[in-house]
């Protein structure tokens, strides 16, 4: 292990200056992780009831201060994933490396681990800068944490690259680097996974249910492992709904598609289905998230109204209903974020057979072309089923709060979808120095 400390080390010192865009990308994902883990334990180390002048009392109540780290808890889901899509895209850019240690006899797991390692020092500088940057803050507001808070600041700090580390070695565990110059993904069985994953949030939440029922568990809250239950079955349910989609649009186009942008893409996703899946599944999830959150927050401001209640005491549920409201936006730009960093890593991956359609004479245009019909095709089915979850759970919301029902909810789906676009555009630019035909020379 020491000896894949010291490759890392010597590797991530010698990169070359095109490739430090992506420690870049991997501390600011760490430093936001950090960010929020931070604010969590701040939160969480408040005792019991207080008068904080701020957050118009969200912040007194033990009971509210628990549903604030829970929301912060939640932002590190698509932080992690971001962190992984900045590990699968640093890796497959340094193939030649990779193929030179295999070469030297390292094995494709150790070739792996290093890949990872080499993370944990851009994790490292971006978790001491985020506790720097949070010690400052604290300093100008005049906070000081407990002692306990200061233990948690120093096991955030150190965990955080750990944590990024090992997600660095999940999100590479199917990607086999070759003596020979050549980079692959093996295929995983991700039905039967995605199966798995079904079962127990199913699991999960007839757990709750049970809890709930039960007379001797409802003291216990159930609410953790509802929600947990429904993250992890959206996960399982989208990764598996977009995959087959993926794969049932690129054999049929392939068959019957004359436009030569939409065949190129198509060939791409039936080649590779899972690949959209892998990077979509945040969207999804937060697409979902969202839809529901526009609709149940129209009906709770109409209720507000309806009661009639006192300036200072409606800001206090406005605040909440806000600063839920921000962590979904947050969590859908950095979703976005994600989905930028994926498209950047298939275009990467490609960049042999993206040269040699470029020196065959395919125009740039339906390079540019195909690649966000590589986005587009998948995601549009996805984000409607993703949209009609939404719709589900706001309109039960509704008949149980008798609330007011609008069409506001339904356009979410369609901004998230613009939203996906417009960044998977931001890699045509790397599309363009990708598929130049020098590249041709390296095969």
């Given amino acids: 292990m020491k000896a894949d400390i010291r490759i890392a080390w010597i590797l991530a010192c010698g990169s070359e200056r095109r490739e430090w865009w992506r420690f870049t990308l991997t501390l600011l994902g760490a430093l936001l992780a950090t960010g929020f883990a931070l604010a969590a334990v701040v939160v969480a180390a408040v005792p019991g009831q207080v008068s904080i002048p701020y957050a118009h009392g969200l912040l007194n109540q033990p009971g509210e201060r628990a549903g604030v780290v829970f929301t912060l808890g939640l932002l590190l889901i698509p932080v992690l994933g971001f962190l992984g899509q900045c590990a699968r895209i640093g890796a497959v850019h340094r193939h030649r490396r990779m193929a030179g240690m295999r070469l030297a006899g390292a094995s494709p797991a150790q070739v792996r681990r290093i890949a990872a390692v080499e993370s944990v020092f851009a994790c490292l500088a971006g978790s001491s800068a985020g506790f720097a940057g949070f010690a400052v803050l604290l300093a100008v507001a005049g906070h000081t944490p407990p002692p306990v808070a200061w233990a948690g600041f120093v096991a955030v700090v150190l965990a955080v690259p750990v944590v990024a580390a090992l997600v660095s070695v999940f999100a590479l565990r199917h990607v086999v680097a070759s003596p020979l110059d050549h980079v692959r993904r093996t295929n995983p069985r991700r039905g039967r996974r995605a199966a798995l994953a079904s079962l127990l949030a199913v699991g999960l939440i007839a757990a709750a249910a049970l809890l709930h029922l039960s007379p001797a568990g409802r003291s216990v809250k159930p609410f953790v492992l509802l929600v947990l239950g429904l993250v992890l079955l959206t996960g399982a349910g989208a990764i598996w709904v977009t995959g087959a989609f993926a794969a049932f649009m690129g054999r049929r186009l392939t068959l019957r598609a004359k436009n030569p942008a939409v065949l190129i893409a198509a060939s791409r996703l039936a080649h590779d289905p899972w690949a959209a899946a892998r990077t979509h599944a945040a969207l999804l999830l937060?697409?979902?998230?969202?839809?529901?959150?526009?609709?149940?927050?129209?009906?709770?401001?109409?209720?507000?109204?309806?009661?009639?209640?006192?300036?200072?005491?409606?800001?206090?549920?406005?605040?909440?209903?806000?600063?839920?409201?921000?962590?979904?936006?947050?969590?859908?730009?950095?979703?976005?974020?994600?989905?930028?960093?994926?498209?950047?890593?298939?275009?990467?991956?490609?960049?042999?057979?993206?040269?040699?359609?470029?020196?065959?004479?395919?125009?740039?245009?339906?390079?540019?072309?195909?690649?966000?019909?590589?986005?587009?095709?998948?995601?549009?089915?996805?984000?409607?089923?993703?949209?009609?979850?939404?719709?589900?759970?706001?309109?039960?919301?509704?008949?149980?709060?008798?609330?007011?029902?609008?069409?506001?909810?339904?356009?979410?789906?369609?901004?998230?979808?613009?939203?996906?676009?417009?960044?998977?555009?931001?890699?045509?630019?790397?599309?363009?120095?990708?598929?130049?035909?020098?590249?041709?020379?390296?095969?």
């Fill in 286 to 443: 937060v697409t979902v998230v969202g839809v529901g959150f526009v609709g149940v927050r129209g009906i709770l401001l109409a209720l507000l109204e309806r009661n009639d209640y006192e300036p200072m005491d409606l800001a206090f549920y406005t605040t909440g209903i806000d600063l839920a409201g921000a962590a979904v936006l947050v969590a859908l730009a950095i979703s976005l974020c994600g989905l930028a960093v994926g498209t950047a890593e298939s275009l990467a991956t490609r960049r042999r057979g993206l040269a040699a359609q470029s020196a065959a004479g395919v125009p740039h245009a339906v390079l540019a072309r195909a690649t966000l019909l590589e986005t587009a095709l998948p995601l549009a089915p996805a984000l409607l089923l993703a949209g009609a979850g939404g719709v589900v759970v706001y309109l039960a919301y509704a008949a149980v709060a008798s609330g007011p029902v609008s069409l506001v909810p339904l356009l979410v789906p369609v901004v998230v979808y613009a939203a996906c676009l417009l960044a998977a555009a931001t890699s045509l630019p790397l599309l363009r120095r990708v598929a130049n035909p020098a590249e041709l020379r390296f095969t």
